[in-house]
Nanobody
Framework: QLQACGGGLVQAGGSLRLSCAPS????????MSWFRQVPGKERDFVAA????????YYADSVKGRFTISRDSARNTMYLQMNSLKPDDTAVYYC???????????????WGQGTLVTVSS
């Protein structure tokens, strides 16, 4: 089980940091990712990190603005979101898979979601 938190209301141009803490151990073979979803649409890939190598991947829409990272000692993943735009408004989910994928159906373990609202 994954526990995501850190969402909230922020003005355009502002920043937020999301956290995701798995209840069990995260292994070096795991890939931890962030997805986001707006009503009526599928979950979209945002960013991913390989737990062992810390190699990162980003959707084009967030490159240069969002940074994914992890703290293995705390077993926690983060998503630092800067220069937020109204289009970033969504429910953000963390997820874990055994390999890298940008397709949400490839992920089995999910957090409960945290709402990020960016006002213009």
């Amino acid at each position: 089980q994954l526990q995501a938190c850190g969402g909230g209301l922020v003005q355009a141009g502002g920043s937020l940091r999301l956290s995701c803490a798995p209840s069990g151990r995260t292994y070096s073979s795991h890939v931890m990712s962030w997805f986001r979803q707006v009503p009526g649409k599928e979950r979209d890939f945002v960013a991913a990190i390989r737990w062992g190598s810390t190699r990162t991947y980003y959707a084009d829409s967030v490159k240069g603005r969002f940074t994914i990272s992890r703290d293995s000692a705390r077993n926690t993943m983060y998503l630092q979101m800067n220069s937020l735009k109204p289009d970033d408004t969504a429910v953000y989910y963390c997820a874990r898979a055994n390999g890298y994928s940008t397709y949400w159906r490839d992920y089995v373990y999910w957090g409960q979601g945290t709402l990020v609202t960016v006002s213009s």
